[in-house]
DNA sequence: CCACAGACTTGACCGATTCAAGAAAATGCG
DNA sequence: CGCATTTTCTTGAATCGGTCAAGTCTGTGG
Protein backbone atom coordinates (compact mmCIF):
# COMPACT_ATOMS: atom_id res chain seq x y z
CA UNK A 1 0.00 0.00 0.00
CA UNK A 2 2.71 2.04 0.16
CA UNK A 3 5.02 0.62 -2.24
CA UNK A 4 3.25 0.55 -5.54
CA UNK A 5 -0.22 0.00 -5.75
CA UNK A 6 -2.40 2.45 -4.38
CA UNK A 7 -0.11 4.90 -2.94
CA UNK A 8 -3.13 7.53 -2.79
CA UNK A 9 -2.11 8.44 1.37
CA UNK A 10 0.86 8.55 1.01
CA UNK A 11 0.86 10.87 -1.96
CA UNK A 12 -1.52 13.30 -0.29
CA UNK A 13 1.17 13.24 2.89
CA UNK A 14 3.91 13.39 0.29
CA UNK A 15 2.10 16.66 -1.35
CA UNK A 16 1.44 18.14 2.14
CA UNK A 17 5.42 17.49 3.49
CA UNK A 18 6.30 19.36 0.33
CA UNK A 19 3.55 22.35 0.65
CA UNK A 20 4.46 23.15 4.13
CA UNK A 21 8.19 23.56 2.96
CA UNK A 22 7.22 25.39 0.84
CA UNK A 23 8.07 24.05 -2.29
CA UNK A 24 5.78 23.40 -5.16
CA UNK A 25 4.28 19.95 -5.02
CA UNK A 26 5.02 18.05 -8.53
CA UNK A 27 4.70 14.47 -8.72
CA UNK A 28 8.11 13.83 -9.33
CA UNK A 29 9.04 15.25 -5.92
CA UNK A 30 6.25 12.77 -4.55
CA UNK A 31 7.12 9.84 -6.30
CA UNK A 32 10.77 10.79 -4.84
CA UNK A 33 9.73 11.78 -1.37
CA UNK A 34 7.94 8.46 -1.05
CA UNK A 35 10.65 5.78 -2.86
CA UNK A 36 12.82 7.88 0.06
CA UNK A 37 10.09 7.30 2.74
CA UNK A 38 9.69 3.75 1.93
CA UNK A 39 13.00 2.35 1.41
CA UNK A 40 14.79 2.01 4.25
CA UNK A 41 16.86 4.30 3.60
CA UNK A 42 20.68 4.15 2.31
CA UNK A 43 19.39 4.12 -1.41
CA UNK A 44 21.57 6.22 -3.73
CA UNK A 45 19.91 8.51 -6.91
CA UNK A 46 19.64 5.42 -9.04
CA UNK A 47 17.97 3.24 -7.13
CA UNK A 48 15.80 6.14 -5.72
CA UNK A 49 14.88 6.76 -9.67
CA UNK A 50 13.48 3.51 -10.34
CA UNK A 51 11.21 3.46 -7.00
CA UNK A 52 10.32 7.01 -8.25
CA UNK A 53 9.28 5.36 -11.70
CA UNK A 54 7.04 2.99 -10.02
CA UNK A 55 4.49 6.05 -9.31
CA UNK A 56 5.71 8.46 -11.74
CA UNK A 57 6.14 6.37 -15.04
CA UNK A 58 9.08 7.82 -16.05
CA UNK A 59 12.02 10.39 -14.33
CA UNK A 60 14.90 11.31 -15.65
CA UNK A 61 17.75 10.62 -13.34
CA UNK A 62 18.76 14.21 -13.51
CA UNK A 63 15.39 15.12 -12.13
CA UNK A 64 16.41 12.69 -9.52
CA UNK A 65 19.45 14.27 -8.68
CA UNK A 66 17.25 18.23 -8.49
CA UNK A 67 14.58 16.29 -6.87
CA UNK A 68 16.89 15.38 -4.32
CA UNK A 69 18.75 18.52 -3.61
CA UNK A 70 15.91 20.32 -3.27
CA UNK A 71 14.52 17.96 -0.65
CA UNK A 72 17.66 18.09 1.11
CA UNK A 73 17.85 21.87 0.86
CA UNK A 74 13.95 21.48 2.35
CA UNK A 75 15.74 19.30 5.51
CA UNK A 76 13.26 16.77 4.57
CA UNK A 77 16.24 14.34 3.56
CA UNK A 78 19.66 13.56 4.39
CA UNK A 79 22.13 12.90 2.07
CA UNK A 80 25.33 10.67 3.45
CA UNK A 81 28.43 10.05 1.35
CA UNK A 82 30.62 7.10 2.25
CA UNK A 83 34.01 6.85 0.84
CA UNK A 84 33.85 5.11 -2.32
CA UNK A 85 30.13 4.32 -2.71
CA UNK A 86 27.60 7.05 -4.58
CA UNK A 87 25.67 9.09 -2.21
CA UNK A 88 22.97 7.60 0.23
CA UNK A 89 19.74 9.19 0.60
CA UNK A 90 17.29 9.05 4.02
CA UNK A 91 14.38 10.80 5.87
CA UNK A 92 15.59 13.11 7.47
CA UNK A 93 15.09 12.36 11.21
CA UNK A 94 16.98 15.61 13.02
CA UNK A 95 18.91 12.84 14.98
CA UNK A 96 22.28 13.23 13.69
CA UNK A 97 22.76 9.40 14.02
CA UNK A 98 25.88 7.82 11.98
CA UNK A 99 26.35 4.86 10.00
CA UNK A 100 27.93 1.41 9.94
CA UNK A 101 29.79 0.04 6.52
CA UNK A 102 30.20 -3.64 5.96
CA UNK A 103 33.31 -3.63 4.20
CA UNK A 104 32.74 -7.05 2.65
CA UNK A 105 28.94 -6.44 1.37
CA UNK A 106 29.04 -2.74 1.51
CA UNK A 107 25.59 -2.72 3.32
CA UNK A 108 24.96 0.34 5.40
CA UNK A 109 23.20 0.39 8.57
CA UNK A 110 22.01 3.35 11.59
CA UNK A 111 24.11 3.48 14.41
CA UNK A 112 22.23 5.64 17.11
CA UNK A 113 24.38 8.62 18.73
CA UNK A 114 26.34 6.37 21.67
CA UNK A 115 25.86 9.58 24.11
CA UNK A 116 23.22 12.20 23.61
CA UNK A 117 22.90 13.37 20.78
CA UNK A 118 26.46 14.52 19.52
CA UNK A 119 29.52 12.29 20.58
CA UNK A 120 32.69 12.85 19.84
CA UNK A 121 31.49 16.67 19.16
CA UNK A 122 34.70 17.40 21.34
CA UNK A 123 37.13 17.73 19.03
CA UNK A 124 40.47 19.01 20.35
CA UNK A 125 40.67 21.90 18.69
CA UNK A 126 41.28 25.53 19.56
CA UNK A 127 38.57 27.64 20.53
CA UNK A 128 38.61 29.81 17.50
CA UNK A 129 37.11 26.53 15.18
CA UNK A 130 33.56 26.67 14.60
CA UNK A 131 32.82 23.02 14.98
CA UNK A 132 29.00 22.72 13.32
CA UNK A 133 28.62 18.95 13.20
CA UNK A 134 30.52 15.64 13.80
CA UNK A 135 30.21 12.58 11.00
CA UNK A 136 30.91 9.34 12.39
CA UNK A 137 31.39 5.88 10.02
CA UNK A 138 32.10 3.02 11.21
CA UNK A 139 33.84 0.08 9.10
CA UNK A 140 33.35 -3.61 9.91
CA UNK A 141 31.76 -6.44 8.74
CA UNK A 142 28.23 -6.97 9.23
CA UNK A 143 27.24 -10.28 11.04
CA UNK A 144 26.63 -12.13 7.97
CA UNK A 145 29.82 -11.19 5.96
CA UNK A 146 31.59 -12.22 9.28
CA UNK A 147 30.05 -15.66 9.52
CA UNK A 148 31.20 -16.28 5.53
CA UNK A 149 34.53 -14.30 6.35
CA UNK A 150 37.43 -17.56 6.25
CA UNK A 151 39.54 -15.44 8.49
CA UNK A 152 37.80 -13.46 10.77
CA UNK A 153 38.07 -9.69 9.42
CA UNK A 154 39.19 -11.05 6.08
CA UNK A 155 36.44 -11.96 3.88
CA UNK A 156 36.35 -12.97 0.55
CA UNK A 157 35.03 -10.08 -0.96
CA UNK A 158 37.25 -8.14 0.97
CA UNK A 159 39.40 -7.34 -1.56
CA UNK A 160 37.09 -6.74 -4.34
CA UNK A 161 35.91 -3.75 -2.00
CA UNK A 162 39.18 -2.67 -1.19
CA UNK A 163 39.61 -1.61 -4.98
CA UNK A 164 36.02 0.18 -5.38
CA UNK A 165 37.79 2.57 -2.58
CA UNK A 166 36.39 1.84 0.78
CA UNK A 167 38.13 4.04 2.86
CA UNK A 168 39.11 4.02 4.95
CA UNK A 169 41.71 1.29 6.08
CA UNK A 170 42.53 -1.03 3.21
CA UNK A 171 44.60 -3.70 5.50
CA UNK A 172 45.53 -5.86 3.28
CA UNK B 1 67.46 20.02 1.28
CA UNK B 2 64.53 18.02 1.60
CA UNK B 3 62.54 19.29 -0.84
CA UNK B 4 63.82 19.72 -4.01
CA UNK B 5 67.58 20.24 -3.85
CA UNK B 6 69.75 17.66 -2.83
CA UNK B 7 67.54 14.88 -1.88
CA UNK B 8 70.17 12.22 -1.17
CA UNK B 9 69.65 12.00 2.66
CA UNK B 10 65.58 11.67 1.96
CA UNK B 11 65.85 9.66 -0.67
CA UNK B 12 67.68 6.93 1.36
CA UNK B 13 65.77 6.92 4.00
CA UNK B 14 62.56 6.38 1.50
CA UNK B 15 64.24 3.69 -0.34
CA UNK B 16 64.62 1.73 3.44
CA UNK B 17 61.33 2.06 3.89
CA UNK B 18 60.41 0.62 0.77
CA UNK B 19 62.54 -1.97 0.90
CA UNK B 20 61.44 -2.67 4.57
CA UNK B 21 57.87 -3.41 3.60
CA UNK B 22 59.09 -6.03 0.97
CA UNK B 23 58.34 -3.53 -1.85
CA UNK B 24 60.51 -2.64 -4.95
CA UNK B 25 62.70 0.64 -4.87
CA UNK B 26 61.89 2.85 -7.71
CA UNK B 27 62.52 6.36 -8.18
CA UNK B 28 58.79 7.09 -8.57
CA UNK B 29 58.11 5.76 -5.71
CA UNK B 30 60.71 7.63 -3.53
CA UNK B 31 59.32 10.64 -4.70
CA UNK B 32 56.29 9.80 -4.07
CA UNK B 33 57.10 8.84 -0.32
CA UNK B 34 58.90 11.83 -0.36
CA UNK B 35 56.16 13.73 -0.95
CA UNK B 36 53.86 12.77 0.90
CA UNK B 37 56.37 12.52 4.04
CA UNK B 38 57.44 16.41 3.23
CA UNK B 39 53.77 17.61 2.72
CA UNK B 40 51.86 18.70 5.99
CA UNK B 41 49.66 15.68 4.75
CA UNK B 42 46.14 16.38 3.05
CA UNK B 43 47.11 16.46 -0.29
CA UNK B 44 45.80 14.85 -3.59
CA UNK B 45 46.76 12.51 -5.81
CA UNK B 46 47.59 15.62 -8.39
CA UNK B 47 49.30 18.00 -6.13
CA UNK B 48 51.50 14.95 -4.85
CA UNK B 49 52.15 14.09 -8.81
CA UNK B 50 53.40 17.67 -8.47
CA UNK B 51 55.52 17.77 -6.06
CA UNK B 52 57.14 14.65 -6.74
CA UNK B 53 57.88 15.78 -10.48
CA UNK B 54 60.15 17.91 -8.68
CA UNK B 55 62.22 14.45 -8.12
CA UNK B 56 61.60 12.85 -10.96
CA UNK B 57 61.10 15.33 -13.68
CA UNK B 58 58.21 13.35 -14.94
CA UNK B 59 55.68 10.94 -13.64
CA UNK B 60 52.29 10.15 -14.72
CA UNK B 61 49.14 10.61 -12.95
CA UNK B 62 48.63 6.77 -13.37
CA UNK B 63 51.61 5.87 -11.70
CA UNK B 64 50.66 8.36 -8.94
CA UNK B 65 47.92 6.88 -8.50
CA UNK B 66 49.58 3.49 -8.15
CA UNK B 67 52.31 4.25 -5.77
CA UNK B 68 49.80 5.45 -3.90
CA UNK B 69 47.62 2.22 -3.54
CA UNK B 70 50.76 0.38 -3.23
CA UNK B 71 52.34 3.08 -0.79
CA UNK B 72 48.96 2.82 1.15
CA UNK B 73 48.29 -1.42 0.83
CA UNK B 74 51.63 -1.44 2.32
CA UNK B 75 50.55 0.46 5.65
CA UNK B 76 53.14 3.03 4.78
CA UNK B 77 50.70 6.60 3.27
CA UNK B 78 47.05 6.88 4.82
CA UNK B 79 44.64 7.36 2.61
CA UNK B 80 41.61 9.67 3.43
CA UNK B 81 38.17 10.29 1.48
CA UNK B 82 36.28 13.44 2.55
CA UNK B 83 32.72 13.75 1.15
CA UNK B 84 32.93 16.08 -2.41
CA UNK B 85 36.88 16.18 -2.12
CA UNK B 86 39.13 13.75 -4.01
CA UNK B 87 41.52 11.52 -1.92
CA UNK B 88 44.00 12.63 0.45
CA UNK B 89 46.95 11.17 1.44
CA UNK B 90 48.94 11.07 4.58
CA UNK B 91 52.04 9.33 6.14
CA UNK B 92 50.56 6.36 8.05
CA UNK B 93 51.08 7.42 11.79
CA UNK B 94 48.82 4.41 13.23
CA UNK B 95 47.35 6.78 15.70
CA UNK B 96 43.89 6.80 13.87
CA UNK B 97 43.55 10.55 14.26
CA UNK B 98 40.66 12.38 12.73
CA UNK B 99 39.56 15.66 10.79
CA UNK B 100 38.32 18.82 11.04
CA UNK B 101 37.29 20.26 7.69
CA UNK B 102 36.09 23.82 7.00
CA UNK B 103 32.96 24.18 4.70
CA UNK B 104 34.10 27.14 3.60
CA UNK B 105 37.71 26.64 1.96
CA UNK B 106 38.20 23.34 2.40
CA UNK B 107 40.87 23.16 4.60
CA UNK B 108 41.68 20.24 6.54
CA UNK B 109 42.95 19.83 10.41
CA UNK B 110 44.20 17.39 12.00
CA UNK B 111 42.44 16.11 15.31
CA UNK B 112 43.85 14.05 17.78
CA UNK B 113 41.09 11.04 19.74
CA UNK B 114 39.58 13.19 22.60
CA UNK B 115 39.48 9.99 24.36
CA UNK B 116 42.15 7.42 24.57
CA UNK B 117 42.85 5.44 20.79
CA UNK B 118 39.42 5.35 19.95
CA UNK B 119 36.29 7.66 20.68
CA UNK B 120 33.32 6.71 19.64
CA UNK B 121 34.22 3.19 18.88
CA UNK B 122 31.52 1.82 20.78
CA UNK B 123 28.52 2.13 18.15
CA UNK B 124 25.51 0.83 19.68
CA UNK B 125 25.60 -2.29 17.48
CA UNK B 126 24.55 -6.31 17.89
CA UNK B 127 27.41 -8.17 19.41
CA UNK B 128 27.42 -9.78 16.31
CA UNK B 129 28.66 -7.03 14.14
CA UNK B 130 32.87 -6.87 13.84
CA UNK B 131 33.45 -2.75 14.61
CA UNK B 132 36.75 -2.73 12.96
CA UNK B 133 38.13 0.98 13.09
CA UNK B 134 35.46 4.37 13.36
CA UNK B 135 36.37 7.44 11.13
CA UNK B 136 35.23 10.56 12.31
CA UNK B 137 34.89 13.96 10.33
CA UNK B 138 34.24 17.49 12.11
CA UNK B 139 32.87 19.93 9.49
CA UNK B 140 32.77 23.49 10.83
CA UNK B 141 34.73 26.80 10.20
CA UNK B 142 38.54 27.38 10.71
CA UNK B 143 39.24 30.80 12.58
CA UNK B 144 40.19 32.36 9.08
CA UNK B 145 36.80 31.97 7.40
CA UNK B 146 35.16 32.30 10.38
CA UNK B 147 36.56 36.11 10.64
CA UNK B 148 35.66 36.07 7.38
CA UNK B 149 31.87 35.29 7.35
CA UNK B 150 29.10 37.78 7.56
CA UNK B 151 27.03 35.57 9.40
CA UNK B 152 27.95 33.54 12.04
CA UNK B 153 28.42 29.72 10.72
CA UNK B 154 27.20 30.81 6.97
CA UNK B 155 30.11 32.29 4.78
CA UNK B 156 30.76 33.79 1.77
CA UNK B 157 31.96 30.67 -0.02
CA UNK B 158 29.98 28.32 1.76
CA UNK B 159 27.10 28.14 -1.16
CA UNK B 160 29.81 27.27 -3.47
CA UNK B 161 31.27 24.78 -0.93
CA UNK B 162 27.90 23.24 -0.69
CA UNK B 163 27.35 23.16 -4.47
CA UNK B 164 30.31 20.65 -4.76
CA UNK B 165 29.77 18.58 -2.55
CA UNK B 166 30.71 18.78 0.87
CA UNK B 167 28.40 16.75 3.02
CA UNK B 168 27.10 16.44 5.39
CA UNK B 169 24.67 18.96 6.50
CA UNK B 170 24.02 21.73 3.47
CA UNK B 171 21.95 23.83 5.59
CA UNK B 172 21.17 26.59 2.94
C1' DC C 1 -7.83 30.80 -17.98
C1' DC C 2 -3.12 33.26 -18.58
C1' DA C 3 1.30 34.39 -17.60
C1' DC C 4 5.50 33.48 -15.60
C1' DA C 5 8.57 31.42 -12.50
C1' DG C 6 10.11 27.15 -11.45
C1' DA C 7 10.68 22.19 -12.70
C1' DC C 8 11.49 18.35 -16.01
C1' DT C 9 13.97 16.24 -20.27
C1' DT C 10 17.70 15.58 -23.07
C1' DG C 11 22.33 15.62 -24.08
C1' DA C 12 26.86 17.42 -23.50
C1' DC C 13 30.36 17.71 -20.21
C1' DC C 14 33.51 17.15 -16.05
C1' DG C 15 36.64 15.52 -12.34
C1' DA C 16 38.47 11.68 -10.11
C1' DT C 17 39.83 7.35 -10.78
C1' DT C 18 40.56 2.93 -13.11
C1' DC C 19 41.44 -0.33 -17.00
C1' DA C 20 44.43 -2.02 -20.70
C1' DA C 21 48.41 -2.66 -23.61
C1' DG C 22 52.98 -2.00 -24.47
C1' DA C 23 57.68 0.00 -23.11
C1' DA C 24 61.03 0.39 -19.39
C1' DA C 25 63.28 -0.72 -15.42
C1' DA C 26 64.33 -3.59 -10.98
C1' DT C 27 65.71 -7.78 -8.79
C1' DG C 28 67.35 -12.81 -9.04
C1' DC C 29 70.58 -15.83 -10.95
C1' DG C 30 74.22 -17.72 -13.45
C1' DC D 1 78.41 -8.35 -15.25
C1' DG D 2 74.47 -9.50 -18.35
C1' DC D 3 70.22 -11.55 -19.20
C1' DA D 4 65.56 -13.27 -18.01
C1' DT D 5 61.65 -12.59 -15.36
C1' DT D 6 58.49 -9.88 -13.20
C1' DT D 7 56.88 -5.61 -11.75
C1' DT D 8 56.26 -0.99 -12.65
C1' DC D 9 55.65 3.10 -15.58
C1' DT D 10 53.58 5.50 -19.76
C1' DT D 11 49.99 6.54 -22.66
C1' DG D 12 45.43 6.65 -23.96
C1' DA D 13 40.76 5.16 -23.57
C1' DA D 14 36.99 4.28 -20.56
C1' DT D 15 33.96 4.38 -16.42
C1' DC D 16 31.31 6.32 -12.79
C1' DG D 17 28.83 9.57 -10.19
C1' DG D 18 27.31 13.79 -10.81
C1' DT D 19 26.66 18.67 -12.89
C1' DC D 20 25.76 22.29 -16.53
C1' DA D 21 22.88 24.17 -20.17
C1' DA D 22 19.12 24.83 -23.31
C1' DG D 23 14.59 24.08 -24.38
C1' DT D 24 9.90 22.43 -23.15
C1' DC D 25 6.42 21.70 -19.86
C1' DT D 26 3.71 22.56 -15.73
C1' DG D 27 2.29 24.58 -10.98
C1' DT D 28 0.44 28.36 -8.93
C1' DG D 29 -1.05 33.12 -8.28
C1' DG D 30 -3.79 36.59 -10.26
Request: aromatic content about 4%; overall charge positive.
Amino acid sequence: MTTSGSTGETMARAAERLRSAGMRVTVPRMAVLMAVSDSEGHLDADSLRGLAQRITGRLSLQATYNVLRALTDAGLVRTTQIAGHPARYETERHDNHHHFVCRACGSIRDVECAVGAAPCMEPRLPADYDTQEAAVTFWGLCPGCRAAAPLPGLSPQHEHLRRHGSMPGSSR
